[in-house]
């Protein structure tokens, strides 16, 4: 099973940068499919950004294109988020995931996995005032 911890989250002033770290361990053979997820206060859990790790392709939610870029440590587990120009509207707890597989999931069927991932960490908090 895989343990995620997320690192880097803080409380910044609208329009400031943050990058968020996602650290995995635990048993990784192949890194398929991973995200970026955040739950503010009284809401659904949302796809923040994916990333199929096979193909290289990523998709964003459509709040954050432009401002955020998800991408991936070249030699470990772990996985980012550059945040930049964030406003009010991003404040949540930011989560990530991570999917294992053999083979190489295209992001249609990365985006399936990961809205069924439940091994969720403790997250990291965003606070934008």
């Known amino acids: 099973q895989v343990q995620l911890v997320e690192s880097g989250g803080g409380s910044v002033q609208a329009g400031e940068s943050l990058t968020l770290s996602c650290t995995a361990s635990?048993?990784?053979?192949?890194?398929?499919?991973m995200g970026w997820f955040r739950q503010a206060p009284g809401k659904q859990r949302e796809a923040v950004a994916l990333l199929a790790v096979g193909y290289g392709k990523t998709s964003y939610t459509d709040s954050v294109k432009g401002r955020f870029a998800i991408s991936q440590g070249n030699a470990d587990n772990t996985l980012y988020l550059h945040m930049t120009s964030l406003s009010v509207g991003d404040t949540a707890r930011y989560y990530c995931?991570?999917?294992?597989?053999?083979?190489?999931?295209?992001?249609?069927?990365?985006?399936?996995?990961?809205?069924?991932?439940?091994?969720w960490g403790q997250g990291t908090q965003v606070t934008v005032s």
């Open positions: 635990g048993y990784i053979y192949s890194k398929d499919c």
């Open positions: 995931a991570v999917v294992t597989a053999a083979w190489s999931s295209t992001l249609p069927t990365c985006q399936r996995k990961l809205a069924e991932f439940t091994g």
